[in-house]
């Protein structure tokens, strides 16, 4: 079973940055698409950035588009979410998810791994 581990959340002022990160288990994990979405509270969880198997494409939502940046490391079955300029309405759960189609997938029904999400707080 593979299993995924995001850290690096946590409180920050708005304008602040934080990093993602999201461990994945298993070898296999160079073939996978991966995927970064949020959930805030009372709200539907939401697609954020995409990134392909091999890294060489990346897609984002409109709201965190120059903000946000998605990279992977194959070698270290890593996946990351450099996120700046941070928003109290970037406040969210964010959850990384993996897809063994390889491309890009901005559809969460798509996604075969979750992991169990990491909160990120921007206060104003």
């Known amino acids: 079973q593979v299993q995924l581990v995001e850290s690096g959340g946590g409180l920050v002022q708005a304008g602040g940055s934080l990093r993602l990160s999201c461990a994945v288990s298993g070898r296999f994990f160079s073939r996978y698409a991966m995927g970064w979405f949020r959930q805030a509270p009372g709200k539907e969880r939401e697609f954020v950035a995409t990134?392909?198997?091999?890294?060489?494409?990346?897609h984002y939502a409109d709201s965190v588009k120059g903000r946000f940046t998605i990279a992977r490391d194959n070698a270290k079955n890593t996946v990351y979410l450099q996120m700046n300029s941070l928003k109290p309405e970037d406040t969210a759960v964010y959850y990384c998810a993996a897809d063994q189609a390889g491309g890009l997938v901005t559809n969460q029904r798509l996604y075969d791994y979750w992991g169990q999400g990491t909160q990120v707080t921007v206060s104003s």
């Open positions: 990134i392909t198997s091999s890294g060489a494409y990346t």
